[in-house]
């Protein structure tokens, strides 16, 4: 099974500020690799899809980089809606694997 | 509105069943490979089984292969988990997502096994 792993686990951050996530996979996934934000109580929502690509509706301040083992979910100018936990789950092969959260605090 | 409702949680005593659906609405279901995710309290989310949109491949976590069963009807719009011989430790929020990039999510339905 590919292990997903997340950094860092948790974040405290201030409106405005650009924040970074790490997600490396135990081995290479091509671009096959998600984001997703989930509030508490709430589903999860999809952001990011092939690593890179925005899914339709989310605000262009998220961004998501990286190919292979290593990447990266960037908010670039974090707004109160913002805080929530983050997932990174890689869709290359069974079992599916997701990273095993960031949460972001103020 | 694409959307995906789940139903059929509840509490279950340790050894028993339930049978979850997820009824879709807005999208072209058939032409969609559907999954379940579930995330226990407090807990990150964990993959629970795949199927494509012919059901002739399935997958499953082996945390629950050969007690859980997913299945769907293209003709009623649902996707199904069965489950069986159910533990404690399957305690979770169930929800179904759409795709292999899991792009559309359910609300989830409770699932309690506890005596």
């Known amino acids: 099974d590919i292990q997903m792993t997340q950094s860092p686990s948790s974040l405290s951050a201030s409106v405005g500020d650009r924040v970074t996530i790490t997600c490396r996979a135990s081995?290479?996934?091509?671009?096959?690799l998600a984001w997703f934000q989930q509030k508490p109580g709430k589903a999860p929502k999809s952001l990011i899809y092939?690593?890179?690509s925005l899914q339709s509706g989310v605000p262009s301040k998220f961004s998501g980089s990286g190919s292979g083992t290593d990447f990266t979910l960037t908010i670039s100018s974090l707004q109160p809606e913002d805080f929530a936990t983050y997932y990174c789950?890689?869709?290359?092969?069974?079992?599916?694997?997701f990273g095993q959260g960031t949460k972001v605090e103020i | 509105e694409v959307q995906l409702v789940e139903s059929g949680g509840g509490l279950v005593q340790p050894g028993g069943s339930l049978r979850l659906s997820c009824a879709a609405s807005?999208?072209?279901?058939?032409?969609?490979?559907m999954n379940w995710v579930r995330q226990a309290p407090g807990k990150g989310l964990e993959w629970v089984s795949y199927?494509?949109?012919?059901?002739?491949?399935?997958y499953y976590a082996d945390s629950v292969k050969g007690r859980f069963t997913i299945s769907r009807d293209n003709a009623k719009n649902s996707l199904y988990l069965q489950m069986n011989s159910l533990r404690a430790e399957d305690t979770a929020v169930y929800y179904c997502?759409?795709?292999?990039?899991?792009?559309?999510w359910g609300q989830g339905t409770m699932v309690t096994v506890s005596s």
């Open positions: 997502a759409r795709g292999n990039d899991f792009d559309i």
């Open positions: 807005g999208f072209s279901f058939s032409s969609y490979r």
């Open positions: 789950q890689q869709y290359n092969s069974y079992p599916r694997t």
């Open positions: 092939a690593s890179s």
């Open positions: 081995q290479g996934i091509s671009n096959y």
């Open positions: 199927i494509s949109t012919s059901s002739s491949t399935i």
